[in-house]
């Protein structure tokens, strides 16, 4: 995980996800009575919080149309380790990027290093909850996956064994969600999917994102440069839900989900174009493709791929696997840079609390 | 600043401060008539979290007494470039000390970059806040000192300006802190302060403190180590008040303080015996002394310092020269040990909001 700026040059697609899920915030907030004495919006999975400083700053303006001087307070989550020395300077205007914190006058920002599969805030203290590419993350790592790094790649009883966590992930994390909520609060929730078509992120055209992967790391096993046992462990936690099991807990009175009184108000999938494959058809030059592209695989990957080879090995050792790993990268999007796109494939629910 | 265990070690000092605080923390938890929706606790300058552990899991099972089920949301707050991951971490369970986290539940913890010379929370919110050993720190830098690193050591028109400053901090913060509580909430402060014998950290027996470091540091400038500049920037930033300082604003009816409603409910300036110095009393091995002392005096020192030199020297020159002063300070407590002790001054405060 890295510092401001270059988490933030790399995740252009996220903002794009963020900027496509900003409306849905805006109308969920013009929907709600606002609270009289204070109002929290939570974003779930922030990172470095430099992706949603525009989303946050248009929320927080469309209360302030209705209620100038209410009181918000501005939750930023993630898990433990996440990097909160990096969020905190982003918030209060230490990065690169403008934060929305000295636009308005009675905002109270806070972090919390609570997963989303916890309970984050005391019960019914939340009135918007947001959350972008954050939740096809997994609780848990159900099994290693043999011959592939990514769940949406794979097959058979390891495919199941992670559709089956992300059912009950789904499940739980909602269920925190509707004890956090105030009656009428909404979840407004940008996470990857997996659309009709069986697209997902960076599988729309050209070459998948995850074959590029699968198939550099394979030849590094086959090289004898990394292990089997290092391979195996290289696999994403993480599950591309498809709308059906979106919608799932939500379309069963009975399940716990409907039960806290959540209900789905809108879903859809959309895809959203590669920011750094739409320049490139307009530039045309593979070596500034390359140079832009590899950051930004890196930017997503580097924690999972480093994290999985063997602490056994010298750290220098492992830095130079990982920087042998990007340059085989950059080597194949220089050689055939029209076959290379990650598009964002992201569900947008909005979800109401009864 | 520094990660988890070394800040923990180097701090105990001020675990001693902490521990003398917390009994005042669990008798205001029991004069509180406790809310029904939530409980709201903040640490206010918590540094990584360490120093304060134990009282506020002495301050939760104090709440747990009377009200099992109590939502419980706990705040450590800081200044924005405190090292937050290391906070986070120490909250979350994942440093080598032991977190209170995993004992209750219904808990809540987040953290805030928010300087307590700001508002930090929403307006009647906070029931408890505390703050040990952080509330010298003055909110702006009045003016350089020209012959001494610590303002309590100063004289004249320097010295009254930071007096001047230390005035209105301290009701500037307060009357924050009037804005956050609830009725009927409290705080409980111990910050550094001066006694009615004039003593003040590391100044009540033996060599001052900071009359060992600013005679190191004016060595460096005889023998040209650093400049005049780097010397006069190298003033601690901070204000140790009187009893009669800290009792000003709620002695005057008409001040800010008072008419926001906070009354003082008790004073008392205690020492603490340095542990370092009490440890060297039965093992007499002035190595081992000076070993143990030397990275508590970098502790608190080490970015002030290093802050004050030219950044237009190389890091590695910057770094020397920081090896060399606190190695100078070294050689000074092995040659003359019993000269050398850190005793803690703290007032010990706890204020109502009415």
């Given at each position: 995980m890295r510092v401001g700026g270059v988490y933030f040059d790399a995740a252009r697609g996220a903002m794009d996800v963020i900027g496509a899920a900003t409306p849905l915030v805006l109308e969920s907030i013009r929907a709600m009575t606002l609270p009289r004495e204070r109002f929290t919006l939570c974003d779930m999975g922030?990172?470095?919080?430099?992706?949603s400083l525009s989303m946050i700053g248009a929320a927080i303006g469309e209360i302030r149309r209705r209620a100038p001087t209410l009181p918000v307070c501005i939750v930023h989550s993630d898990q433990p380790l996440n990097d909160y020395n990096a969020l905190m300077r982003t918030v209060h205007g230490l990065s690169a990027v403008e934060s929305f914190?000295?636009?308005?006058?009675h905002l109270y920002p806070l972090a919390s290093?609570?997963?989303?599969?916890?309970?984050?805030?005391?019960?019914?203290?939340?009135h918007l909850g947001f959350s972008a590419?954050?939740?096809?993350?997994?609780?848990?790592?159900?099994c290693d996956l043999s011959d592939h790094v990514h769940p949406a790649a794979a097959e058979g009883p390891e495919r199941e064994a992670y559709r089956e966590q992300a059912r009950r992930d789904w499940e739980t994390l909602l269920v925190h969600r509707a004890a956090e909520l105030v009656p009428g609060g909404r979840l407004v929730l940008a996470p990857f999917a997996r659309d009709g078509?069986?697209?997902?992120f960076g599988r729309t055209?050209?070459?998948s994102v995850f074959e590029t992967v699968n198939d550099i790391w394979r030849s590094f096993v086959d090289d004898g440069s990394v292990t089997r046992e290092e391979y195996a462990r290289m696999?994403?936690?993480?599950y591309y839900r498809s709308e059906e099991e979106w919608r799932a807990p939500f379309d069963d009175p009975a399940s716990a989900v409907s039960r806290a009184g959540l209900r789905l108000l809108s879903l859809e999938t959309r895809v959203l174009p590669c920011p750094l494959a739409t320049a490139f058809s307009a530039h045309r030059d593979p070596e500034r493709l390359a140079a832009d592209y590899v950051p930004s695989v890196r930017y997503w990957s580097e924690s999972i791929y480093g994290g999985a080879l063997?602490?056994?090995?010298p750290a220098e050792e492992r830095r130079e696997i990982l920087e042998g790993f990007y340059r085989a990268y950059r080597d194949r999007v220089r050689a055939r840079?029209?076959?290379?796109a990650m598009d964002h494939v992201n569900a947008y629910l909005v979800i109401e609390k009864e």
């Amino acid at each position: 995980m890295r510092v401001g700026g270059v988490y933030f040059d790399a995740a252009r697609g996220a903002m794009d996800v963020i900027g496509a899920a900003t409306p849905l915030v805006l109308e969920s907030i013009r929907a709600m009575t606002l609270p009289r004495e204070r109002f929290t919006l939570c974003d779930m999975g922030c990172a470095d919080g430099a992706t949603s400083l525009s989303m946050i700053g248009a929320a927080i303006g469309e209360i302030r149309r209705r209620a100038p001087t209410l009181p918000v307070c501005i939750v930023h989550s993630d898990q433990p380790l996440n990097d909160y020395n990096a969020l905190m300077r982003t918030v209060h205007g230490l990065s690169a990027v403008e934060s929305f914190l000295p636009a308005f006058d009675h905002l109270y920002p806070l972090a919390s290093a609570t997963t989303f599969f916890h309970q984050i805030l005391p019960p019914r203290s939340l009135h918007l909850g947001f959350s972008a590419c954050a939740m096809h993350w997994l609780s848990t790592r159900p099994c290693d996956l043999s011959d592939h790094v990514h769940p949406a790649a794979a097959e058979g009883p390891e495919r199941e064994a992670y559709r089956e966590q992300a059912r009950r992930d789904w499940e739980t994390l909602l269920v925190h969600r509707a004890a956090e909520l105030v009656p009428g609060g909404r979840l407004v929730l940008a996470p990857f999917a997996r659309d009709g078509e069986g697209r997902y992120f960076g599988r729309t055209r050209g070459v998948s994102v995850f074959e590029t992967v699968n198939d550099i790391w394979r030849s590094f096993v086959d090289d004898g440069s990394v292990t089997r046992e290092e391979y195996a462990r290289m696999n994403h936690v993480q599950y591309y839900r498809s709308e059906e099991e979106w919608r799932a807990p939500f379309d069963d009175p009975a399940s716990a989900v409907s039960r806290a009184g959540l209900r789905l108000l809108s879903l859809e999938t959309r895809v959203l174009p590669c920011p750094l494959a739409t320049a490139f058809s307009a530039h045309r030059d593979p070596e500034r493709l390359a140079a832009d592209y590899v950051p930004s695989v890196r930017y997503w990957s580097e924690s999972i791929y480093g994290g999985a080879l063997s602490p056994e090995r010298p750290a220098e050792e492992r830095r130079e696997i990982l920087e042998g790993f990007y340059r085989a990268y950059r080597d194949r999007v220089r050689a055939r840079p029209s076959d290379h796109a990650m598009d964002h494939v992201n569900a947008y629910l909005v979800i109401e609390k009864e």
